[in-house]
């Protein structure tokens, strides 16, 4: 299974090769954060690509360690199959994993229950056609009878950082379902709140390849104009 290393280049022939290691298998060996000098840097690696990998680290005399010899290991130690009770509890409370369209079905079902307050806006289109929508949170004008200013709140903006739009989601339903708790909040501001902002590559996440990060637009690019 894929393998996690940590690099430390320390010289800007180690930035280079690196840099060359990532363009030639862009899709196998990815970077979790772009390599600079004398910082660590972790990527991720195809298996039959780790051996390879290795030795050319070696021959380039850059420094590494490795950090998950197989994350799907670690991913499923860290989400442990579940026993029979938790299942059947979980079909009770029509638990779910969220992908992008209950995000949106979820978006939908507080607009229906709380219209004053909740508006979804349609700002685009994800490259596939997917509608990318923000909810604007709004109680109206202040109390002077002025526009509030607005705190916008983006996620899901990598593919693979779920946890990112769970937390805009979580926000958004505690504003909305629990207003008059945090009235004080909506009173002095408007909230602009959109919980994936890559539908694309979220939904890819789910379905293809679970360490997407980009869109999924197929015109070239960089590696950086993608991150």
């Not at 709140?193 to 939904?203: H, K, M, R």
């Not at 390849?209 to 990060?213: E, G, I, L, N, P």
């Given at each position: 299974?894929?393998?996690?290393?940590?690099?430390?280049?320390?010289?800007?022939?180690?930035?280079?090769?690196?840099?060359?290691?990532?363009?030639?298998?862009?899709?196998?060996?990815?970077?979790?954060?772009?390599?600079?000098?004398?910082?660590?840097?972790?990527?991720?690696?195809?298996?039959?690509?780790?051996?390879?990998?290795?030795?050319?680290?070696?021959?380039?005399?850059?420094?590494?360690?490795?950090?998950?010899?197989?994350?799907?290991?670690?991913?499923?130690?860290?989400?442990?199959?579940?026993?029979?009770?938790?299942?059947?509890?979980?079909?009770?409370?029509?638990?779910h994993s969220m992908t992008w369209k209950r995000y949106h079905r979820y978006g939908e079902y507080l607009a229906f229950r709380y219209p004053k307050i909740l508006e979804l806006i349609t700002i685009g289109h994800s490259y596939e056609g997917q509608p990318i929508k923000m909810a604007k949170v709004s109680t109206g004008l202040n109390k002077d009878g002025e526009r509030k200013p607005a705190i916008w709140i983006d996620a899901g903006m990598h593919g693979r950082e779920w946890i990112g739009s769970a937390v805009a989601t979580y926000i958004l339903s505690q504003l909305v379902e629990r207003n008059s708790t945090y009235s004080k909040l909506l009173d002095n501001s408007d909230w602009m709140?959109?919980?994936?902002?890559?539908?694309?590559?979220?939904?890819y996440s789910h379905i293809g390849?679970?360490?997407?990060?980009k869109t999924r637009s197929n015109h070239v690019e960089s590696q950086e104009d993608s991150r």
């Open positions: 299974m894929d393998s996690a290393q940590s690099v430390f280049p320390n010289t800007e022939n180690h930035i280079a090769d690196l840099r060359d290691l990532r363009d030639a298998e862009p899709e196998n060996i990815k970077f979790w954060s772009f390599p600079n000098l004398n910082r660590t840097s972790d990527i991720i690696i195809a298996p039959d690509l780790v051996a390879d990998v290795k030795d050319y680290l070696r021959d380039n005399k850059i420094d590494f360690k490795v950090l998950i010899s197989d994350i799907q290991k670690a991913i499923s130690y860290q989400n442990p199959k579940m026993s029979k009770e938790q299942r059947e509890d979980l079909v009770t409370t029509q638990g709140i959109l919980p994936v902002v890559n539908p694309d590559g979220y939904e390849d679970r360490f997407w990060r």
